[in-house]
C-alpha cells in the first residue's frame, strides 16, 4: 500500500509541475522575441540562446540583433553587415548591434546619432577589436545615448571615442592609444558635450560618461574634455598587467 501511494504522489507531482513548466513553451514565436526583446543583450540574452534551438533562432533573430560579420559570404541574409557603418546606418533607435569577435573591424569618423548598444562577440573584449584609421579624429563619435561593451578600441592618433552629446556608457571595453612620439596629440576618450560645438537641438540635458571595470592605455590623458563636464569618482584598480578604471564625467 506505502509504494502505491508514494507512486501516486510522484504521478500527481510530474502531471502538476509539467504543464506549468511548459506554458512558456505554448507561446507563439512573436510572444517569446518580444519578451526576448526586454532581456540585457549580455548576459541574459545570451542565455537565452543556449536553452533549446527554437529559443536560440528567437533569441538570435534579427528583429533583435544586427551583426557585423566580415565572415559571412551572402549579405543579402537580413540583420547581418560586412562592417560597423553599415549597421549603425541600418539600425533603428534602440538596437543591439553584435560586433563578430576575430580579426579587426575598420571604423572611422563613424557618427551614432539615435540610441544604440554596440556589443563585441567574443567571450573576452580583446576578441573584438575595432580599429581607428589613421588621419581620423575617432572610431566612433557619439550623438545620443549609446553603451559600449565587450570591445577594444584602439587608435593611433587622435581619439578612441569623441563624445559630442547624450549619456555614453562604457562597460568592461579596452581602450588603447598606440605608443608613438606624437602621444599628446591622442587621447582614448574625448568629450566635447556643452562646448557649443553643436546646433543645440543635437545636444541633451542628460550629457554624460560613465566608465566601468575598463583598461586604459596610452595617450596624454585617459580622458579630455573641453566643454562643460568633468572627472568625477575616479577609481582604480591595479591588476598584474594592466589597470582597470572606473569614473564619471558630469556636469561640473
Not at 534551438?53 to 533573430?61: D, G, Q, S, V
Not at 566601468?212 to 568625477?232: F, P, Y
Amino acid at each position: 500500500m506505502e509504494v502505491e501511494e508514494l507512486e501516486k504522489r510522484k504521478s500527481r507531482k510530474i502531471t502538476s509541475s509539467s504543464p506549468s513548466s511548459a506554458l512558456i513553451n505554448n507561446l507563439d514565436d512573436g510572444c517569446l522575441m518580444h519578451i526576448f526583446s526586454f532581456l540585457s543583450p549580455i548576459p541574459d540574452r545570451y542565455n537565452t540562446a543556449l536553452v533549446c534551438h527554437r529559443w536560440c533562432y528567437l533569441a538570435c533573430h534579427p528583429r533583435l540583433w544586427l551583426r557585423v560579420d566580415r565572415s559571412v559570404q551572402d549579405f543579402s541574409e537580413p540583420g547581418v553587415f560586412p562592417n560597423i557603418e553599415e549597421a549603425v546606418s541600418a539600425a533603428r533607435p534602440g538596437d543591439t548591434i553584435l560586433i563578430a569577435a576575430g580579426g579587426s573591424h575598420l571604423a572611422s569618423n563613424i557618427q551614432i546619432k539615435k540610441p544604440l548598444c554596440l556589443i563585441g562577440g567574443g567571450e573576452l573584449p580583446d576578441e573584438t577589436t575595432v580599429i581607428c584609421l589613421r588621419g581620423s579624429d575617432s572610431a566612433l563619435e557619439f550623438l545620443s545615448t549609446c553603451k559600449l561593451t565587450n570591445l577594444t578600441v584602439k587608435a593611433e592618433l587622435g581619439c578612441c571615442l569623441l563624445h559630442r552629446s547624450g549619456r555614453l556608457i562604457i562597460d568592461e571595453c579596452i581602450l588603447q592609444c598606440e605608443s608613438n612620439p606624437l602621444d599628446y596629440l591622442s587621447c582614448p576618450i574625448m568629450s566635447t558635450a556643452g562646448s557649443g560645438v553643436f546646433p543645440s537641438n543635437l545636444k541633451s540635458d542628460g550629457d554624460s560618461i560613465s566608465v566601468s571595470h575598463t583598461r586604459i592605455e596610452g595617450g596624454a590623458k585617459a580622458v579630455l574634455t573641453s566643454g562643460d563636464l568633468a572627472l568625477q569618482q575616479v577609481r582604480v584598480i591595479y591588476a598584474r598587467t594592466s589597470l582597470y578604471f572606473w569614473f564619471d564625467v558630469g556636469c561640473r
